[in-house]
């Protein structure tokens, strides 16, 4: 049915725009947070460690204190 596709859409619409609305200042004061103790450690370059195969510095513990 046309109608309850179209409501559907309206509803998960309305939904990304409610939880973007309620992360997007959450992920500004992580994201401000891992630059705070980047430059504090010394460190130029943040990535997510999912993507590290070996070595680096491990900010989480240090970002998640930070956010307490």
């Known amino acids: 049915d046309i109608d309850y596709e179209k ?3 309206r ?3 309305e939904m990304r725009e409610e939880e973007a609305k ?3 200042p959450i992920l500004k004061q992580v994201s401000e947070t891992v630059a705070k103790v980047a430059k504090q450690k010394g ?21 998640i204190k930070a956010l307490k």
């Open 22 to 24: 309620l992360m997007n």
């Open 43 to 63: 460190v130029t370059i943040v990535v997510n460690k999912v993507l590290i195969y070996y070595g680096g510095l491990d900010l989480t513990p240090d970002v």
């Open 7 to 9: 409501e559907m859409a």
């Open 11 to 13: 509803i998960q619409l």
